[in-house]
T-cell receptor, first 116, second 111 residues
Framework: ETGVTQTPRHLVMGMTNKKSLKCEQHLGHNAMYWYKQSAKKPLELMFVYNFKEQTENNSVPSRFSPECPNSSHLFLHLHTLQPEDSALYLC???????????????FGAGTRLSVL | AQTVTQSQPEMSVQEAETVTLSCTYDTSESDYYLFWYKQPPSRQMILVIRQEAYKQQNATENRFSVNFQKAAKSFSLKISDSQLGDAAMYFCAYHNNDMRFGAGTRLTVKP
């Protein structure tokens, strides 16, 4: 248990559905991250929030919409996804974000998303 | 752009033996951090070991140690006395401005 909890663990959705992934951290961290993990590919950083402000958006399609209401919670809102969006979505947190921050990232167990 | 390369998609080791996982990276920066993460079937990424680039001494955590060659941009992980619980995907990661991961090495431990 790393102190980062993701729900749901598994999600199956159609291309016209709207769903949300939730991440919660109990570590008192100020930075939170969304990653996409596809088979046989490196983890892809999607979004970074530092002190609730979005500091990075790695050219992620607008069908993925992040929300960070406070430093402990991070959401990823999904709508009109494509089958190629099927992947494991990992959330992480760290004490702080940014360049050369002492950034040990603690990860959740991920949400396995299948888009039909 | 910084890239991280793990050239071994799969590795196998006999229980109690030693195995080394390779990682190289590309960067023009002089100050950065390097990490090895382990991802077991439970999917939770767990930090194994961390190296700060300005430190010449190789990091060690119990049975896990690294061989950090800054000039060669190489950061290999050595697992000594391998245990069945070490079986997992291992990811090398580089951090300067943001975190970049390699594609991973799947380690199998044979009893």
């Amino acid at each position: 248990e790393t102190g980062v909890t993701q729900t749901p663990r598994h999600l199956v959705m159609g291309m016209t559905n709207k769903k949300s992934l939730k991440c919660e951290q109990h570590l008192g961290h100020n930075a939170m991250y969304w990653y996409k993990q596809s088979a046989k590919k490196p983890l892809e950083l999607m979004f970074v929030y530092n002190f609730k402000e979005q500091t990075e958006n790695n050219s992620v399609p607008s069908r993925f919409s992040p929300e960070c209401p406070n430093s402990s919670h991070l959401f990823l809102h999904l709508h009109t996804l494509q089958p190629e969006d099927s992947a494991l979505y990992l959330c992480a947190s760290s004490q702080e974000g940014g360049k050369l921050a002492k950034n040990i990232q603690y990860f959740g167990a991920g949400t396995r998303l299948s888009v039909l | 752009a910084q890239t991280v390369t793990q050239s071994q998609p799969e590795m196998s080791v006999q229980e109690a033996e030693t195995v080394t996982l390779s990682c190289t990276y590309d960067t023009s920066e002089s100050d950065y951090y390097l990490f090895w993460y382990k991802q077991p079937p439970s999917r939770q990424m767990i930090l194994v070991i961390r190296q700060e680039a300005y430190k010449q001494q190789n990091a060690t955590e119990n049975r896990f140690s690294v061989n950090f060659q800054k000039a060669a941009k190489s950061f290999s992980l050595k697992i000594s006395d391998s245990q069945l619980g070490d079986a997992a995907m291992y990811f090398c990661a580089y951090h300067n401005n943001d975190m970049r991961f390699g594609a991973g090495t799947r380690l199998t431990v044979k009893p």
